[in-house]
C-alpha cells in the first residue's frame, strides 16, 4: 500500500490526524502500525539499547531498560506534552515527523542514536534534513532506534523551555558526555537541530559550565532571546552532569 503512493504510515497519530483535518477534502490511505507488536519492542543487547518505533513516550519514561542506560531519555519522554499525548505518542511518529519542536531530534543527536528503517541504518546526524523533512524515502518505514549505552555513552542530560501554549519544546539542549568527547545537540534555533561544535570544544578542554560563558552563540540562531535560551539551558544541562 505504502509503495504504490498516496498512502500515509499511522503511529500514534497524535501528529499526523490534527494535520490532515487541516487539508479538508484531501483522500489518504492511512497504513496503521498499531497491531505489530514487533514494533513496541525495547531491547538491550551488546552496546546499544534499541527502542522500537510504535513505543509511546510513557512506554520510554518507564521502561527499566531506558531507565537505567539511557535515563535522560526517559526523562525527556516524561515531560513531553500531557498525560493524553504521551499514552498516545510514539517515538518513531515524532521522529518522523521532524517537527522543530519535537524534543526527540536533538536528543537523539545529542546521544548519538541511530535510526533503523526497514531498509537501512542512519545516524540521526543525517536524518534531519529540514522543518518537517527526512531523509526517509517513500514508502520507508522507521522500524526502531538505537541509542548507546555505558560505557560508549558516559553520561548526558537533557534540559528544555517548554511553550506554555502548546506545550512543546521552544527550545531543547542535550549535553552527553561520551567516550570520544562531549556531544552538545540544540533544537529551536533552525529549521532542524543542530550540534554547537564550540561548547564541544569548550567542555573537552574544561569540563564545567563556566566554560560556556565566553564562547559564540550556538549555530542557526537567529533569534537573540533563543539564542540566549539555548545558552542557558546548555549551562544547566552541564551543571547537572557535574553536580
Not at 13 to 31: D, E, F, I, N
Request: glycine share 10%.
Amino acid at each position: 500500500m505504502l509503495s504504490s503512493g498516496g498512502a500515509a504510515v499511522l503511529a500514534g497519530g497524535q501528529t499526523l490526524v490534527p494535520a490532515l483535518t487541516r487539508t479538508p477534502g484531501r483522500s489518504v490511505t492511512l497504513v496503521d502500525l498499531g497491531t505489530v507488536a514487533e514494533l513496541r519492542k525495547i531491547t538491550a543487547g551488546g552496546p546499544e539499547v534499541r527502542i522500537g518505533a510504535m513505543a509511546t513516550h510513557t512506554r520510554v519514561a518507564t521502561d527499566p531498560l531506558v531507565k537505567q542506560a539511557v535515563p535522560s531519555l526517559a526523562l525527556l519522554a516524561s515531560q513531553i506534552a500531557d498525560p493524553q499525548v504521551r499514552n498516545r505518542a510514539t517515538i518513531g511518529g515524532s521522529l518522523a515527523y521532524n517537527d522543530p519542536a519535537g524534543d526527540y531530534p536533538a536528543a537523539c543527536i545529542g546521544l548519538g542514536a541511530t535510526v533503523i528503517t526497514d531498509r537501512r541504518r542512519i545516524p540521526a546526524e543525517e536524518f534531519s534534513t529540514g522543518a518537517f523533512s527526512t531523509a526517509l524515502e517513500d514508502s520507508e518505514v522507521i522500524v526502531s532506534l538505537a541509542f548507546p549505552k555505558p560505557p560508549q555513552l558516559m553520561r548526558a542530560a537533557y534540559v528544555r523551555l517548554p511553550d506554555r501554549a502548546a506545550r512543546s519544546a521552544l527550545v531543547g539542549v542535550t549535553v552527553a558526555e561520551t567516550e570520544s568527547g562531549f556531544r552538545v545537540a540544540v533544537s529551536g534555533l533552525a529549521a532542524g537541530p543542530t550540534r554547537w561544535p564550540d561548547a564541544e570544544a569548550a567542555l573537552g578542554k574544561r569540563p564545567h559550565s563556566d566554560a560556556l560563558q565566553d564562547i559564540a552563540c550556538p549555530p542557526g540562531g537567529t533569534d537573540p532571546y533563543r539564542a540566549h535560551v539555548a545558552r542557558t539551558l546548555t549551562i544547566r544541562a552541564v551543571r547537572s552532569l557535574t553536580t
